[in-house]
């Protein structure tokens, strides 16, 4: 299996911190925010379920822009052949 070694950078791992602890976030939000921190510093990748909520944000019509920041790094640090 090819690995990735992309990780996350500090200061996306903040928002994705701010993201968690924020009452009112998303569940999706919260989601790609724990997958993005869980990434931080490690050579973890990407879950195929988190992928697919991943590319879905990023291309959804009613994502916000920190929205598709946290799944561009999630779907970044996915497995290359999947």
């Not at 090819?2 to 994705?16: D, G, I, V, Y």
């Not at 993201?19 to 879950?47: E, H, Y």
């Amino acid at each position: 299996m090819a690995t990735n070694l992309k990780k996350t950078s500090r200061r996306l791992a903040r928002e994705a911190s701010k993201t968690l602890r924020n009452p009112n976030a998303s569940r999706t939000d919260k989601s790609l925010a724990g997958s993005v921190l869980s990434q931080s510093g490690t050579n973890k990748q990407t879950g195929k379920r988190v992928e697919t909520l991943a590319s879905k944000s990023v291309f959804g019509k009613g994502s916000t822009k920190k929205t598709r920041r946290l799944a561009g790094s999630a779907l970044s640090q996915s497995n290359k052949l999947r």
